[in-house]
C-alpha cells in the first residue's frame, strides 16, 4: 500500500514517515512538501492514503483534497492539523475525510488510524481497481479519438455512433491561458473544477487541447444552459489561478461534424476576449510595473518591454494596465514624462534639448510638439511663465 504525506515542515514530515516505516514496514511512504509536489506524485503513483497539512505556502490541504477528489475518488484523506477550530474538521469531513488528526499527533494515534484504513482499502482494493481500470482506459480511449476529430485528423475505424448516442447535443467549453511559464498545476486545476462542474451539471469529459488550453464537453439535461456552470467555472479560476486566463463556450451543438469548426472559431475569439485573472497577483504586477516605470521614465518605455518586466503577455497588459490605471499606456507615460518636463523647465540653466533627452525624447521638435498639445504652450512658453527667462526662446523657436 501507499501512503504519501503532505506537510511543509520538514520535522513533521519526516517524524510520520519514521513512525510509519517503524510500525508498517511493508508500505511505500511518498513525501511531498506542498500541494504542487502532492498533484505530480498522485498521478505518478497508485496512492491509497493521503494525510495531508491544511496550511501550505499555495494551495492549502483542503483546496488539494477538493480538486484530488474527481480524479482519484478511491483515495483515503487524513487531515492534519495545528489548529483546532471546527470549521477546518467540519470542511475537511464535507470534503470527505477519513479523520482529522491535531498536531503532534500521537504514535499510537496515528499507527491505529493507519490500521484501520488499511483493512478498508484491502477489503475494497480487488473491486475498485477492476472497475478503475476499465473506467480509465474507456476515459483515455474517448478523450484520446475526441482530440483527433478536433484537430480534423482520421479517427480511424474506430465507431463513433456510440459517443453520438451519448451526447446527441452538448456544449463546449474552453479554457485558454497566457503565461510563458509551465503549468502543470494550473492544468490540473482547470481540469479537475471543470470536470466536477461537468459531473454536476450533467455529463461529458475534460481533455487537453493544447499546451495552454483545455477543452470541455459538457451534455446538460434537456432545456437547460450551461450559463451558471460558466460562472461557477470563472468564480473558481479567478480563485485558484495564479495566471491569466480566458474562457470560451460555444451554442448547443447537435451536430458533430461541426465540432471542428466550432473549436477553430473560439480561438479565433481568444485572440479579441479579455483575459481574467487572480486580483491579488494582478494588482501586484501593476504596481511593480509603475514603480519600474516611475524611475526609468528616460529609457526604452515601450509596451512590450515594460509587460517583458512583470513576466505578462503585452496585450493582456494593456488591459490589466488600462483597467487597474483608468489610462492607456501609452498615455501615462507621456503624462509621466512631460509631468516630470515641467520639473525640470523651472530650472533656467538647462537647455530645452537637454530637457526634452532627460525624459526620453531624442527629437526635439517632437517633445515640443507633444508638450504643447497636453498643455496649450510651448516648453519655452511654459518656462518663461514660471521662471521669467527667454535665453532658451532665443536658442530654439518651438
Known amino acids: 500500500m501507499d501512503i504519501l504525506i503532505v506537510d511543509d515542515e520538514t520535522i513533521i514530515l519526516q517524524g510520520i514517515q519514521r513512525t510509519l516505516q517503524n510500525r508498517f514496514p511493508e508500505h511505500t511512504i511518498h513525501l511531498a512538501s506542498n ?98 481500470l476499465l473506467k480509465t482506459n474507456r476515459k483515455y480511449l474517448q478523450e484520446a479519438v475526441f482530440q483527433r476529430w478536433v484537430q480534423g485528423l482520421d479517427t480511424g475505424r474506430i465507431d463513433m455512433g456510440p459517443f453520438v448516442e451519448q451526447h446527441p447535443y452538448f456544449y463546449l467549453i474552453m479554457v485558454k491561458m497566457e503565461t510563458d511559464k509551465a503549468v502543470f498545476l494550473e492544468n490540473f486545476i482547470i481540469e479537475n473544477v471543470l470536470l466536477e462542474l461537468i459531473e ?18 459538457v451534455t446538460p439535461p434537456e432545456g437547460t444552459s450551461i450559463a451558471q456552470l460558466i460562472e461557477e467555472l470563472r468564480s473558481h479560476l479567478i480563485k485558484y489561478l495564479k495566471v491569466p486566463f480566458q474562457i470560451m463556450s460555444t451554442e448547443r451543438i447537435e451536430q458533430f461534424q461541426s465540432v471542428p469548426a466550432e473549436v477553430q472559431r473560439m480561438r479565433q475569439a481568444s485572440t479579441t476576449q479579455v483575459y481574467e485573472h487572480h486580483a491579488s497577483g494582478s494588482d501586484r504586477s501593476v504596481e511593480v510595473a509603475l514603480q519600474y516605470m516611475r524611475t526609468h521614465y528616460q529609457d526604452d518605455l515601450s509596451l512590450e518591454k515594460v509587460a517583458s518586466i512583470v ?32 520639473q525640470l523647465l523651472q530650472n533656467p540653466k538647462m537647455k530645452l534639448a537637454d530637457v526634452a533627452e532627460r525624459i526620453g525624447y531624442q527629437d526635439m521638435r ?17 518656462r518663461q511663465e514660471h521662471t521669467g527667462d527667454k535665453a532658451d526662446s532665443l536658442v530654439s523657436r518651438d
Open 35 to 132: 500541494a504542487e509536489q502532492a498533484i505530480s506524485i498522485l498521478r505518478s503513483q497508485t496512492i491509497h492514503i493521503v494525510l495531508t497539512d491544511i496550511l501550505m505556502p499555495g494551495m492549502t490541504g483542503l483546496e488539494l483534497m477538493n480538486m484530488s477528489r474527481s480524479r482519484h475518488p478511491h483515495v483515503k484523506w487524513v487531515v492534519i492539523s495545528a489548529y483546532s477550530e471546527f470549521s477546518y474538521a467540519q470542511e475537511a469531513v464535507r470534503l470527505g475525510a477519513k479523520d482529522y488528526l491535531l498536531k503532534p499527533i500521537g504514535k499510537e494515534v496515528l499507527s491505529e488510524m493507519i490500521r484501520k484504513l488499511s483493512e478498508e482499502i484491502a477489503h475494497d482494493t480487488e473491486l475498485i481497481e477492476e472497475a478503475e
Open 200 to 217: 454536476r451539471y450533467g455529463k461529458g469529459f475534460v481533455t487537453v487541447h493544447d499546451s495552454k488550453s483545455l477543452l470541455g464537453l
Open 366 to 382: 517632437h517633445f515640443s510638439q507633444v508638450f504643447k498639445k497636453k498643455y496649450g504652450v510651448t516648453p519655452s512658453e511654459f
Open 311 to 342: 513576466y505578462l503577455n503585452p496585450v493582456y497588459f494593456s488591459q490589466l494596465f488600462k483597467q487597474k490605471t483608468g489610462q492607456g499606456f501609452k498615455d501615462f507615460v507621456i503624462n509621466l514624462r512631460l509631468e516630470q518636463a515641467k
